[in-house]
C-alpha cells in the first residue's frame, strides 16, 4: 500500500498554528465576504487548512472557494486569485480543530510561481 506522501503529486510545505502563517479566502457569488483560515500545509496543487475558532463559515466537500490571499508570519502578503474545491472535511470529535482539504483549480502560472516561492523561503 502507497504512503499518503508517495500518492502526493507535489511536495508541500507544513506548518504549525504557531508558525501563523494564513490564508484569506472568499466563496464565489458572495462578494465582498471573506474569512481567514491558518494554513497547515500548501502545495502546488491544494492546501489544508483549519479555519479561525470565530469563523462562522460552514463548509462541505465540493464547495468552490477563491484563494486571495496567503499572509507568513514575516509580515509578507502574497496576493493571488486560485480557484479552489473542498475535496474533504475531517472534525472527528476528539480533535480540537475541523481540517479541510482543498484542490486548486486552473492555476494561473504567476500564482504556482507565488506558491513556490513561500515553499522554498519556507524550507529554507
Not at 506522501?5 to 464565489?28: G, H, K, M, Y
Not at 475558532?53 to 486560485?82: C, F, H, P, W, Y
Request: aromatic share 8%.
Amino acid at each position: 500500500m502507497d504512503s499518503a506522501q508517495e500518492r502526493r503529486q507535489f511536495d508541500r510545505a507544513l506548518f504549525s498554528f504557531e508558525d501563523n502563517v494564513t490564508a484569506v479566502l472568499s466563496i464565489p457569488g458572495q462578494q465582498g465576504r471573506t474569512f481567514t483560515v491558518y494554513i497547515l500545509n500548501l502545495g502546488l496543487g491544494g492546501m489544508q487548512f483549519t479555519p479561525n475558532s470565530d469563523s462562522e463559515i460552514q463548509l462541505k466537500k465540493g464547495d468552490r472557494l477563491v484563494l486571495m490571499q496567503i499572509k507568513t508570519a514575516t509580515n509578507s502578503q502574497i496576493l493571488l486569485n486560485i480557484d479552489a474545491e473542498v475535496k474533504w472535511i475531517l472534525n472527528p470529535p476528539m480533535l480540537e480543530h475541523i481540517g479541510v482539504g482543498c484542490a486548486f483549480l486552473n492555476i494561473p502560472e504567476s500564482s504556482l510561481q507565488q506558491i513556490t516561492k513561500v515553499m522554498e523561503n519556507w524550507s529554507k
